[in-house]
């Protein structure tokens, strides 16, 4: 399984890879995964230290002091974003085929076969 540093490493060079192609799908759904891994790497509100009174409205004295760290995903939280990101294309696809949106369809069929090509 690889990390989230791996993963986005691997998402980059795909995306690399899909720009030159001039492939929108792969292009799309690459920039969206990535995407959802930094957001899953937000820091959490609940670390931030708590605000002082008497500074700048909603801040805290000192350089740096107001800054959290982000979270680190391991190799099963980051794989999980990505089969998130691809399990809820492939639904989706499902969902817009049974309303007879053909094309919706297939163009999330194909993001979901590039981020299952990508999950092996």
Known sequence: ???????????????????????????AV???????????EAASLAAAPPVEHGVIAGGVAGLGAGEVPRLVLDAEAAT?????EA???REAAALYASLGRHEEAGRLTRQHAVLDALLG
């Open 1 to 27: 399984m690889r990390d989230a540093r791996q993963w986005k490493a691997t998402l980059r060079a795909a995306l690399s890879q899909a720009l030159r192609a001039r492939e929108a799908d792969a292009v």
């Open 30 to 40: 690459l920039r969206e995964t990535l995407a959802a891994i930094d957001n899953a």
């Open 80 to 84: 999980a974003v990505v089969r998130r």
């Open 87 to 89: 399990r809820e294309r």
